[in-house]
């Protein structure tokens, strides 16, 4: 594979600064077999290690830099990558200052959301499934993570909060997300504005929107600049099969990825 990504992954289109650059994966470009074909980034997924490695050392030679992978575990901590942070750390979101490291999120049905600030000094990623996303008491991932980012801009002398852009990634759609009512419960708790998000399926199930609790929850936090998923049918992992891997839709899926980093 080529130093570049595949014409068949997604570039988002978005105003990040001159030095920032993103890209995330789809199941082309790798080598594994069967329900984990092709490119399978996820090394817990009962893949044949040897194919797994194989896929992510294609990937990082797509990116130009180095993809640290975390062990996501649907919470809320978040981390702060250097040269040397090895993969594995057990985080939900990522934030890099510095160049040649990639704030990776790997999914199969949660939204992967990319963030930088306009100043092109900061960039993160967040794994955002509804339990992260909802977190505890209204403090969720992107929360957790902005928190960081604001850390950030005041260690920096900032006076002005600092601009900041994000992307969504593709995730399970509307159409496919069915959940109980707990879920709509949980971010109706912290802004009642969410259930317009949530739409009756059958008795006791709802469909939910992951993108637009996501969009919510970022314009909360006074990002307004948000890009990408717009919860259309292009976007859902579920009803791609041949370009996205889907838990929900396959149960035995591989892990597809989204990167972030700074050039």
């Not at 990504?5 to 594994?32: E, F, M």
């Not at 040269?83 to 490291?101: K, L, Q, Y």
């Not at 314009?219 to 992992?237: K, P, R």
């Amino acid at each position: 594979m080529s130093a570049a990504p595949l014409p068949d992954w997604l570039v988002p289109h978005w105003p990040a600064p001159p030095g920032v650059k993103a890209v995330c994966s789809t199941r082309t470009g790798g080598v594994s077999e069967g329900p984990f074909e092709s490119l399978n980034l996820g090394d817990h997924v009962g893949d044949d290690p040897a194919a797994v490695q194989a896929n992510r050392q294609r990937y990082a030679d797509a990116l130009g830099a180095r993809p640290v992978y975390l062990r996501q575990v649907h919470g809320t901590d978040v981390i702060a990558l250097e040269s040397a942070t090895p993969d594995g750390v057990e985080a939900d979101a990522c934030f890099a200052t510095g160049p040649g490291v990639a704030c990776t999120i790997m999914v199969a049905d949660c939204l992967p959301v990319l963030l930088a600030t306009t100043d092109g000094t900061a960039v993160a990623a967040a794994h955002a499934g509804w339990r992260g996303l909802a977190g505890t008491a209204g403090a969720g991932v992107l929360e957790r993570l902005c928190e960081r980012f604001g850390a950030l801009a005041r260690m920096r002398g900032a006076q002005d909060a600092i601009e900041t852009v994000a992307w969504l990634g593709p995730c399970i759609g509307p159409q496919a997300f069915e959940v109980g009512p707990e879920v709509k419960a949980a971010f109706e708790a912290v802004d009642p504005a969410a259930g317009r998000h949530f739409r009756p399926h059958a008795p006791g199930k709802w469909l939910a929107d992951l993108a637009g609790l996501a969009r919510q929850r970022l314009q909360a936090l006074g990002i307004t600049q948000v890009y990408g998923n717009d919860g259309s049918d292009a976007w859902c992992t579920v009803a791609n099969p041949s370009r996205f891997f889907s838990h929900r839709r396959d149960r035995v899926s591989g892990r597809f990825a989204a990167s972030i980093w700074l050039d």
